[in-house]
């Protein structure tokens, strides 16, 4: 159940290791603390194995991307595949430049990830040939690409979580969609980041990647619209959206949870 992983993020306090972009080191270290995880930020080759070796979860995201980097997540996905530590890939801007493209694709051919979490266009250029992105903004709706995350999940053995209005989170043929979620989210940068976060900290207590990134895109839309209620604008939404983490109850999560399952 959604609230017995917060439970056990906040009595475990898993290491999250994230590669991730520098615009949002800072949003998705402290929404993970909030959670109750413990962040970890480290991207040096020299020592990505070593971190990725003390942690429950790895989170890889492209969203600033360089060869060193892509060298150190080669390096640190392997090391979580060895070990058998899930990996989520956020394949930012995927469709955008062909090298986000093929190193995405890159990554997950060679690190089988867990969890593949994008926007649907991201998801789309994944899978569709000539697919594009307006920059890290989604051209199209979860729902738009439901084959091609069905696709996807098949072809890369993994969960694909596709963040959207309603979020969509696919494994084969099974259906999840989330419907929480505020259209204040939009308008800070890096909320799908933080999502991606998310995802590893519910993936270290939960054996389940289907139901570990469902769980993740149901806090994140619940304590978006929590956090709404408070909030003028981006600014303060951004603040309150961290209380909301922090402060979450399981009434939080039973009256306002709105989720659907199908096939």
Sequence with gaps: MLWQDILKIRKSSPLIHNITNYVVMNTTANALLAIGASPVM??????????TGLAQALVLNIGTLSTPWIEAMLKAGKEAHRRRIPVVLDPVGCGATQFRTDTAQKLIHELRPAVIRGNASEI?????????????DSLHTPDEVRNDAIALSHAAGCVVSVSGSIDL??????????????????KVTGMGCTASALTGAFLAVNESPLSAAAHAMAVMGIAGELAAERAVGPGSFQMHFLDVLY?????????????RYSC
């Design 169 to 186: 989170i696919v494994e084969g043929n099974q259906l999840i969609r989330i419907a929480n979620g505020h259209p204040l989210m939009t």
């Design 247 to 259: 402060g979450l109850s399981e009434t939080d999560m039973t009256q306002n949870l709105k989720i």
């Design 124 to 136: 789309r250029a994944l899978i569709s040939s000539g697919a594009a992105t307006k920059g890290v």
């Design 42 to 51: 480290a991207h040096a080759a020299e020592e990505v194995v070593e971190i």
